[in-house]
Nanobody, 129 residues
Framework: QVQLVESGGGSVQAGGSLRLSCAAS????????MAWFRQAPGKEREGVASIYIGDGDTYSTTYADSVKGRFTISQDNAKNTRYLQMNSLKPEDTATYYC???????????????????WGRGTQDTVSS
């Protein structure tokens, strides 16, 4: 059974940083996509960043325009954990952040939630001005 567990959420002032973690169990990330989504109150869930883990040490990343240059998605294959480093945080980054994982490598829209079938419960991040 696949489980994704997020951690690292919290409250921070604008301009600060947070690092989210997504620990996966029962899941092999090789040749699959994992992603971070977020959902603010009253808004639709949106893709923030994704990472494709290929063979060996190869990987590729995709970012939403709103977070490019501020957020970094990364992986630790030994721990089967993905991270989202969030810097220069803004109040509009306040949301519940979800970790997601695909079941195959055939993902054409890495920031679209329909491409993912495994989801974590989310972790709340609040950025105050």
């Amino acid at each position: 059974q696949v489980q994704l567990v997020e951690s690292g959420g919290g409250s921070v002032q604008a301009g600060g940083s947070l690092r989210l973690s997504c620990a996966a169990s029962g899941y092999t990330a090789r040749r699959k996509y994992m992603a971070w989504f977020r959902q603010a109150p009253g808004k639709e869930r949106e893709g923030v960043a994704s990472i494709y883990i290929g063979d060996g040490d190869t990987y590729s990343t995709t970012y939403a325009d709103s977070v490019k240059g501020r957020f970094t998605i990364s992986q630790d294959n030994a721990k089967n954990t993905r991270y989202l480093q969030m810097n220069s945080l803004k109040p509009e980054d306040t949301a519940t952040y979800y970790c997601a994982a695909s079941s195959t490598q055939w993902v054409t829209r890495p920031l679209v939630q329909d491409e993912y079938i495994y989801w974590g419960r989310g972790t709340q991040d609040t950025v105050s001005s």
